[in-house]
């Protein structure tokens, strides 16, 4: 792969970036006819509308209005939050990494599970395992993840009781065990301090979130792969290499299968958007304290620089997801030159 | 296209699944359409009323859903609700189709500097996650019906048009255009009579299908708080408002969810047999079959 | 030896019962070639792919055998296919670009042949095993060969390739499927010549399917003429070119432009090749036959050994010579 490649991938998210915040840019100020309203807060005194009037410089031309914008985000001057009194972007920083953690874990049951449940529908084509995987990742596409996230709870963690249903740890054994954050990643920080107990207590609370999440990508990859699978293993030299002499099961898992792992890849990007946006609710429903329930509670009261900050910080990772998904495509595929 | 009402029988009649899905959409629709007249407590499902005595009561012949907290029966409220789902629908499809096929077929038709400039748009768009967008709009534009219609079109648009951007750039340089041009069409007539109605298809195709997914969103923006009005019987707004109580009174939050399920499935299922017998890839398999046992 | 009797191959679909093959018989030795010609839909494919093992699910070979060297290949389990497959009976297609999984470099695809065929574990070995193949195909600069990806090779020399890869496990029968339609006029006389050497040098019996009779006459011992599945005259080549018997081979000479008989049109063939779903009564090609007579329509001609050769045409029944 060439640097060349890597260098104008990154202008594009240079390009990708500068277009996201043009379109929040007239979303919050252009759309709206009083914006400094939204700014104030949720019951903003006079005194309060007349200083966010000052500080989006509603007064002064459109143009000048975006360059303070684009200039304040690259400052990292986002605004504070109304409901944390804390700067938007610190409060973003330190919710990030949990929501990371719970993404990449929903994300890697959906890639780890859904691409060998493709894999099978698509051998056993027409059968039943392939209606069981058919009709499962219609399933998963189909429920309201906070409505699934809502009856887990329950069912596992009220009813049953063999998970937890809230935070991401017990709070009692991060005191007793002396445990520090690192990086903010509650797995990674309790391998590094080689903390057990945090790590297992960690795990637990992790599987019910990650679970849920993971249903709608699971589905996109298992469909995504299954369709792609077919199509591989009835291409001409999935036929020819079967002729030569090569074992079926060769054909298929070392042949077939890179043909569609490239595509794959290809499609977990928005695999990873409906994730990242499920995240918001299941975030809320389980208490994780990340920036879905971040942004849900700035949306529930009325926190709209804190709503902005995360809408352009998501777009943000998700950009940037593609980008490492497209190069990671590319350069799986000898055809391409990079 | 004259085949493509013949393929969706062809399909329907070899997959009882896809027979299902119709069944089901098929199902919501004469429901929102019919609720107002058929439901068993009209005024509970406007919301008007409030009986103290009949609070969260289990699901009963009564009230086969239950009560909420306001004593009101669920199951009128959810075949209500399907009324406002339907609503949302195809007022989202709708409204994102209305500007999704002129952008499309003006970006594909006429190309150059107007195309790329009006594809570059549509990409900045398509770089948000889905829902994301919407929820940023939804919040600055407030809650309420329309609102929420508003702003999930205005996140969906991008994909109509970049659909039949694609779909138009092939049927323009399809044979029977050239002889249009030929026989001295204008631009204009080209452009409607021929290239439009024989790029649309595919598109409408997946809009219809796709008002599963705006259900399914709006009622994700339901239960961040930036969807419809608290006080409209909204399916996600059924479900959040059932999440308080919901460990004594499961049944509140479970129906609603649940109707959410069935609808969106209904359409996922259709679309999914539908691609199936589409992809012309995917066909050429179902019917032959060339793989090695 | 390849011997293949009374074959009948039918394919099961929504649309009903396909019988592709109906009564094939023919035997081909080694270092012999024997060539199968007929129209698209006239099953020779589906023919080739029976003989090489790989017929798809929904193909069963109802009636008949196929034997190499004795065994009959239609009898064999699942296992002992994918056994036989390559090692016993391979063979080249048509596409050669769509014959390679394109995201394999050449060397992966044929080491992987030399190991699973051949049982060589080392990577060396392996490696040897595919340029000794790349060499006896004649590509000149195997080694680079070796590390290129199938896109990175022109049509000509993937085809040398697919034969080099079907050649690997040495196996004594080769179906080639139409293996130079797709490729140039120079490009195709040196795969025939080619496939005329290996023939000889390594006894193989090749079966070369092809539509156009010109070029049998360059590979083939033999030819097989195929017309709707079934076996219209089988002979020596020059026999059978030179003095065709059934009017269905006559009419396909007809076909061949040549440059010796000067101006003159040629005669394209009446009609169309039947649906498969739904043949006429009697001799199947009747509708389009210039000769035909009231029988025809009646009775389903029988092959009857002729002139040194085998001939399925009610012209020919119950009298030697016959007209013409």
Known sequence: MSKAYVAKRLAMLFMVVLGVLVITFVITRVIPARPELLWAGSHPTEEQIERARKELRLDEPIYVQLYYYLKDFFTGDWGVSWRTRQPVLQDIMESLPATLELVFAAFAIAVMVGIPLGVLAAVRYGRLADGVVRVFSVLGASAPVFWIALIAQLVFSSWLGVLPGAKRVDESVVIETGFREITGFMILDSILQLNAAVLLDALKHLVLPALVLSLYPLGLTARMTRALMIEALNEYHSISLQVWGLPRRLVVYKYALKNVIAPVIASLGLSFGYTIIGAFMVELVFVWPGIGLYAALALLSFDYPAVIGCVVVVALVYSLVNMVVDIVHASLDPRVKL | ?293 | MLEVRGLHVSYYTLGGVIRAVRGVSFRVSPGKGLCIVGESGSGKTTLGLAIAGALPPNARASRGSVRIDGANILELGPEDLERVRGSLVSMVFQDPAASFNPLFTIGQTLGDIARHKLGLAERSEAREAALAALRRVGMPDPERVLDAYPHELSGGMLQRVAIAAAILPRPKVLVADEPTTMLDVTLQYQILKLLNRLKETLGLALVFITHNLGIAAEVCEDILVLYAGHMVELGPTDKVLEEPLHPYTQALIECIPRIDRGPGRLKPIPGSMPDPRRLPGGCVFHPRCPHVMDICRERDPRPVALDKRVVSCLLYNGEKGGAR
């Open chain 2, 1 to 293: 296209m004259a085949s493509a009402s013949s393929q969706v029988l062809w399909l329907i009649r070899r997959s009882k699944l896809s027979l299902v899905g119709l069944f089901i959409v098929a199902g919501f629709v004469v429901t929102g359409i019919l609720a107002p007249f058929i439901v068993p407590y009209p005024e509970d499902a406007r919301g008007e009323t409030y009986n103290i005595e009949e609070r969260f009561q289990p699901p009963s012949w009564e009230h086969p859903f239950g009560t909420d907290e306001y004593g009101r029966d669920v199951f009128s409220r959810v075949l209500m609700g399907a009324r406002y789902s339907l609503i949302i629908a195809v007022g989202v499809v709708g409204l994102a189709l209305l500007i999704g096929i002129p952008v499309g077929l003006v970006a594909g038709y006429v190309g150059g500097r107007v195309g790329s400039m009006l594809m570059r748009v549509t990409d900045m768009f398509l770089a948000f996650p889905p829902l994301l967008l919407a929820i940023a709009l939804a919040a600055t534009l407030g809650r309420g019906l329309f609102n929420t219609i508003i702003a999930l079109s205005i996140s969906w648009w991008p994909w109509y048009a970049r659909l039949l951007y694609v779909r138009v750039t092939s049927v323009k340089n399809m044979p029977f255009v050239d002889s249009a041009r030929l026989l001295g069409l204008g631009r204009l007539a080209i452009m409607f009579r021929h290239v439009l109605p024989n790029s649309l298809t595919p598109v409408t195709v997946q809009a219809a299908l796709d008002m599963g997914s705006a259900i399914l969103e709006a009622a994700g923006l339901s239960f961040l708080g930036v969807g419809v009005d608290p006080s409209t019987p909204e399916w996600g707004l059924l479900v959040t408002e059932g999440w308080a109580s919901i460990s004594s009174a499961w049944w509140i939050s479970l129906f609603p969810g649940l109707a959410i399920l069935v609808t969106v499935l209904g359409f996922n299922l259709l679309a999914d047999a539908l691609r199936e017998s589409l992809d012309p890839r995917i066909r050429r398999i179902a019917l032959t079959r060339r793989i090695l046992g």
